[in-house]
């Protein structure tokens, strides 16, 4: 009821707010608080869905013994299993390699140089190659301008968002949030350097020669950085401390929080700026484009680096998804009127965009991937445990979240009911 009477509210509102004389714009401190508070009630959500040593096993190397009657085996490294004939225990090694290393550094990559490459790319062809673009009009230092709202969108961190539709296409949650929290953190030196990289590039491929000097707001960073940190340690301290049933209880409604907020975002970006729906076709197709041509481009390469399907959706999902509210704040730091108003176009159209296509991503690796086989041979089931080829259930209790949820290899066999017997290593 209340979204619907908001909606509503939208063309009165819009009538009454003139973006020229300023009022719309007075809302802009409501909507960067309100998206904050439910963005930050999201990450506590997508938090209480980890547990500590999802994080720890992303990089350490986890071995011991597993048998099929449910629980746990000890064992040392390197321990060959054995095996009880007739439905008994059945022994063996378990290997969760530390591959959650080399999924960061990978994520990493992709995201400062698969997404500022495929932006820059975007700007050229959508903006400044053709006429079609925008107005006959403009001239090519706008043209430039509007381009450089595409760059600035590429050499942004990842977004906080990120996590819930990594959430949504069954990937990795820790995988995700440590991704953006390292992202983050690179932002300080990576944004300036890639961005005056990046922009003398599309100077001078516009024939318009240096680029613009632009600020980087390193406060907004340190706050997108703690919109991170500080709800998700409250969130897996609230899984440690007071069970699943709370866990699932903050999960459900960090979720309801994190649809509200977007929605709120959508509503008042509508209002603040109601030139976005008039936007060219152009422009709406490189906002539309933008996300998903990152996705399976860093899904793709992924996968060649021999990355799970898992830690592969979840790698793409990271590169694809910008902060878009990061963007934002660098152009309102670092333009005037009226170079701001070209710059943050894509900006506010990639935001408004981003919520259809990267929940159509996210819908696609979940429904479609698995059809079309590409999905691990071992996924996680609800209960925690993971599901083999051959038919054996092995259980792993809290499993790492990160790579591969389990790669298990046993010493003993149980095919055709017959006893194997265990091998031993030479010494």
Partial sequence: YNCHSLYLLLPLSLKKMNPADGSAHSLKPIFDASLALLLSMLMFGMGATCDLHDFQRLFRKVEGTAGTDGKRGEGREGEEGEEEGGGGRVKGRVVVPSTGKRAVLLGFTFQYGITPLVALLFGYLFYVQGSGAH?????????VLRA?????????????????????????????????????IAAFGAMPLLLFL????????????????????????????????????????????????AARIAERFGTVCGVAGITLAV??????????????????????LL????????????????????????????AGVQNSSLTI??????????????????????????????????????????????WDKEEVN???????????TVELGTAPLGVERAHLTQSAGTAGGRRTPPRHRSR
């Fill in 135 to 143: 107005s006959s009009m403009e001239s090519m230092d706008e043209r």
């Fill in 148 to 184: 450089l709202g595409v760059v600035l969108v590429g050499v942004s961190p990842g977004g906080t968002t990120s996590q819930l539709f990594t959430s949504i296409a069954r990937g990795d949650v820790a995988l995700s949030i440590s991704m953006t929290f390292f992202s983050t």
């Fill in 198 to 245: 990046y922009s003398e590039v599309l100077g001078y491929a516009a024939g318009v020669g240096s680029s613009l000097a632009v600020n980087i707001p390193y406060m907004n960073i340190f706050i997108a950085l703690l919109l991170v940190v500080i709800p998700v340690s409250v969130g897996v301290t609230l899984r440690a401390k007071c069970g699943e049933k």
């Fill in 267 to 288: 509503i008042l970006g509508m209002i603040i700026w109601p030139e976005i729906p008039q936007s060219p076709s152009k422009a709406w197709a490189a906002g539309l």
């Fill in 291 to 318: 996300t998903p041509s990152v996705c399976f481009l860093s899904y793709l390469l992924a996968r060649m680096a021999s990355l799970s399907h898992r830690a592969s959706r979840t790698v793409s999902l990271e």
């Fill in 329 to 374: 704040a660098v152009v309102s730091l670092s333009f005037s009127y009226p170079e701001d108003s070209l710059v943050i176009a894509f900006p506010l159209l990639y935001s408004v965009c981003l919520l259809f296509t990267a929940l159509a991503v996210a819908l696609i690796y979940r429904f479609l991937f698995p059809r079309l086989g590409l």
């Fill in 382 to 392: 609800a209960d925690g445990s993971v599901e083999r080829t051959e038919g054996t």
